[in-house]
């Protein structure tokens, strides 16, 4: 009997811990997420995991809760592949537009990432964007905190992760006059053209304009990384023991797959003096065709100069052909001739004669 029980209990237990993985795991599903979904500001088709939460009747999501720790995920429910099936041979790219802030703290910040499939049900409580152990991800981290163990510039820097959270390229904000977690709303863009293999960040106050010069460029093959596996899109957020106070927000959220031509991808000059090695060898080509295609457009407009020159010659040559009158000969017919008798006189010298 005694047995009966202890199995009972054990078997009570692991439901309980079943149940609260399956709802930990579960997205939540409520009327505020009705509401996130008439938002304009999120793109439809969108869930939340963890702590994630709508706030204010859909204005905006909570990622993060008070307590710590705390993570929260914001997901798109629809993967896609960069292996586009109607392109052949043109993968995949998008553009992804997202406005946040952080309250002052020391949390994790916040990340767009790419994912595989999965992730949403193992992410929490891993501290480090919930990315701690994962090695296949595309992640762009807002980072609020100086973590050695990662080589971390400061704490206050955008970095782009590709599979390791130590950065592959990183931008210092406090240089540009732009401080993540100081409770004021930001906006970002991430751009990546397939046809350049360009991966590209910006960022600003949410009231300025787009941007002309990225604060990253990165090059890399997302094609060759994901194949033709399906890829999850997300933002997520997390806070460790130490950053109670801390909370993240996000305000607006779009991403769209695009088809850019080959020829649409340049990176333009940072007037703030941002140069890399990628940006001058962007810069070299874009100049080299900017060349060509005046030299091209020289000879063009020269061929038809000459052609329109060679056509109104040639009707000017009509013109004064038809309208000039030439000299007509006459032939001498046989009545037009008479004959007429001429009588000649000869004066004789009468002194000649004498002598």
Not at 86 to 106: I, Y
Not at 153 to 182: F, Y
Not at 227 to 234: I, K, L, Q, W
Request: aromatic share 12%; hydrophobic share 40%; with cysteine.
């Amino acid at each position: 009997m005694a047995t009966f029980s202890i199995n009972s209990n054990t078997f009570s237990f692991n439901l309980q811990i079943f149940i609260f993985l399956f709802l930990a795991a579960k997205p939540i599903c409520s009327f505020a997420q009705q509401a996130l979904d008439n938002n304009p500001s999120f793109s439809p088709h969108i869930s939340l995991f963890g702590d994630a939460r709508v706030e204010d009747g859909g204005s905006h999501v909570r990622l993060t809760g008070p307590h710590a720790p705390s993570s929260g995920l914001l997901l798109l429910d629809k993967p896609f592949k960069f292996a586009d099936e109607r392109n052949v041979g043109r993968p995949t790219s998008f553009a992804a537009e997202f406005s946040f802030s952080l309250s002052p703290g020391n949390g994790d910040g916040l990340a767009f990432v790419l994912i595989p499939n999965g992730f949403q049900t193992r992410f929490q409580d891993q501290g480090y964007f919930g990315l701690f152990g994962e090695n296949r991800f595309l992640g762009i981290e807002f980072d609020t905190k100086k973590d050695d163990k990662v080589g971390d510039l400061n704490a206050n820097h955008v970095g782009i992760d590709v599979g390791s959270l130590e950065s592959v390229k990183v931008s210092n904000l406090s240089s540009l006059n732009l401080v993540l977690n100081n409770g004021e709303i930001l906006k970002s863009w991430v751009d990546y053209d397939s046809s350049s293999k360009l991966l590209q960040v910006r960022l600003s106050k949410l009231n300025d304009k787009r941007p002309f010069t990225p604060i990253l460029a990165y090059r890399i093959d997302l094609f060759e990384m994901w194949g033709n596996e399906d890829v999850f899109v997300g933002i997520i957020s997390t806070t460790n023991e130490e950053s109670s106070q801390s909370s993240s927000n996000v305000y607006s959220w779009r991403f769209r797959v695009r088809d850019v031509s080959s020829w649409m991808h340049s990176l333009p000059a940072d007037p703030r003096g941002y140069v890399d090695k990628d940006s001058q060898e962007f810069r070299a080509e874009r100049s080299k065709f900017c060349a060509l295609t005046i030299l091209a457009g020289l000879i063009f407009n020269t061929g038809c100069g000459a052609l329109l020159a060679f056509v109104m010659l040639f009707m000017w040559a009509i013109m004064v052909n038809r309208h000039t009158v030439f000299p007509v000969e006459c032939q001498a017919g046989p009545d037009d001739f008479r004959y007429e008798k001429v009588n000649v006189i000869v004066e004789k010298d009468d002194q000649g004669d004498k002598d």
